[in-house]
């Protein structure tokens, strides 16, 4: 009888130490090889939208100016017909699907790369939607492309797409800037 409440105890021990590895390679998967990739890739399509993106017109430069941004000269609109992601690359799509940003009925009508705001054409950026892009250039801004990303990525695995933290920043500028033009 004791041998069976040792095996089991030392089962259940084994099963506890597992999942606290499996949790913890899990994060340093993300962290060390996905987000990196990730990275790599927002960088290089700020660097697009920075090529072939409209500069803000006067109204929209003092909005990003009210907001805070820095170099509201720099930013930049692009009109996509979907807002881009890295599909081709298997993990970065299963994670995108896994903490909601990508996958099925789940349509991106806008994102932030750097200074490049993509934006789903028939997408309409009126004041309060441009204003909640803008404050993640801000975001980006104040700190760097990676940590956001690197935040922002954790933040929805955690809390979920609408209540990560920089989400909830963001949306605040919905309602502050939600007067019309």
Request: proline residues 4%; negative net charge.
């Amino acid at each position: 009888m004791k041998f069976i409440k040792y095996t089991a105890l030392s089962l259940v021990g084994l099963i506890v130490i597992s999942v606290v590895i499996l949790a913890f390679s899990y994060e340093r998967i993300i962290a060390g090889v996905l987000l990196p990739q990730y990275i790599d890739w927002a960088y290089e399509t700020d660097r697009k939208g920075l090529e072939m993106g409209t500069p803000l017109n006067e109204k929209e430069l003092l909005l990003a100016a009210e907001i805070g941004i820095k170099h509201p000269e720099k930013v930049r609109i692009v009109y996509v017909d979907a807002v881009p992601f890295p599909y081709e690359n298997f993990a970065l799509k299963a994670f995108g699907e896994a903490v909601g940003l990508v996958g099925e009925g789940i349509v991106n009508n806008a994102q932030v790369f750097g200074y490049s705001i993509y934006a789903r054409k028939g997408f309409v950026l009126n004041r309060p939607k441009l204003a909640h892009e803008l404050v993640h250039v801000l975001q980006i801004e104040r700190a760097s492309l990676d940590s956001v990303v690197t935040q922002h990525f954790f933040d929805m695995a955690e809390y979920g797409y609408d209540d990560a933290p920089l989400e909830v920043e963001a949306a605040k500028a919905n309602v502050m800037y939600s007067g019309d033009w």
